[in-house]
């Protein structure tokens, strides 16, 4: 399955999550960890601390590694292989919720993963909850309660900013696309769809990274391009201005005004004064 980060923030924010229990282990590299089931009427979150395993949930496979934590149903058949030659880390973490809200969020029984940035501060909470976990008498209890419900806003707040990074990754794909591809462009919506952003906030995003909107810097490119041909090439202004990706030659005349401040002929003529008086 797959869920939005705003989608187990919303499940975690409202469900009425209890910690239960949890264990560390390790399994070898070459090993094969199958023919078992997650454990029944609780959670887990599978979090890793060293080495890459494949986790195979109900046929699902996850590629685990230290930035992504699995979260798992209960009683689900399951399959581990370590995949990198140093052991493969990891501890679950198991909670409950009560029998009257599984209906009403369906998520707590299925496997879906949370990609994270680092798993430093997460390890670090795993272990105070361990700590706690073993040690007797309600003060212990209280504690272990409260440091799991830090493990879980830390885990989503890692979640969040993976997912801001991810999109930054994104635009910065977006901006080598356009360099690239500038005299193709037609429609931004298009353009952000092509990578998985919606309209606005790709031109926020955007605007955010290169100080211009999605338009500005297309255009920009496109008339640099422009004085560039102008200047070292005889080709016909409407050739360049289809060129560049207007196959309209009013609009790119009136355009290049607009951000020049003088027509293509006469900056073709002024390029060519210029060159005459060196």
């Known amino acids: 399955m797959q ?4 989608q187990i923030i919303d499940y975690y924010a409202n469900a009425t999550i209890a910690f ?13 960890d199958e023919g078992r089931y997650t454990a029944p009427n609780t959670y887990g979150l ?3 601390f060293r080495g890459k395993a494949n986790f195979t949930f109900k046929g699902s ?15 689900m058949d ?8 140093e052991p493969w ?14 209906q009403q969020f369906p998520h707590a029984n299925e496997h879906f ?4 940035t680092d798993n430093m501060k997460i390890i670090e909470l795993v272990l105070q909850l361990e700590k706690h976990f073993k040690t007797p008498g309600n003060t212990s209890k209280l504690q272990a309660k409260v440091v799991f419900m830090q493990l879980i806003e830390e885990i989503v707040s890692s979640a969040k900013k993976q997912m801001h990074d991810n999109r930054a990754d994104r635009i910065t794909d977006a901006v080598n696309y356009i360099n690239a591809h500038y005299t193709e462009i037609t429609s931004i919506s298009e353009l952000a769809d092509q990578f998985g952003i919606e309209r606005r906030r790709f031109a926020y995003l955007f605007a955010q990274s290169t100080g211009m909107s999605p338009v500005q810097y297309i255009t920009d490119i496109r008339l640099k391009t422009a004085c560039q041909l102008l200047k070292t090439t005889n080709d016909p202004i409407s050739h360049i201005a289809e060129h560049i990706g207007y196959p309209d030659n009013f609009y790119f005349s009136r355009l290049f005004k607009k951000h020049i401040g003088m027509n293509p002929s006469s900056y073709r003529q002024h390029a060519a004064n210029k060159i005459v008086a060196k």
């Open 3 to 6: 869920f939005t980060v705003q």
């Open 20 to 32: 239960t229990d949890l264990f560390k282990t390790k399994l070898e590299y070459g090993k094969v």
């Open 46 to 48: 599978v979090i890793p």
């Open 61 to 75: 496979t996850y590629k685990m590694h230290p930035r992504m934590i699995v979260h798992a149903g209960s009683a």
């Open 78 to 85: 399951i399959v581990i292989e370590t995949t990198s030659r």
């Open 89 to 102: 880390e990891y501890a679950v973490v198991h909670y409950a919720i009560p029998e009257s809200e599984k």
């Open 113 to 116: 993963a949370i990609p994270i």
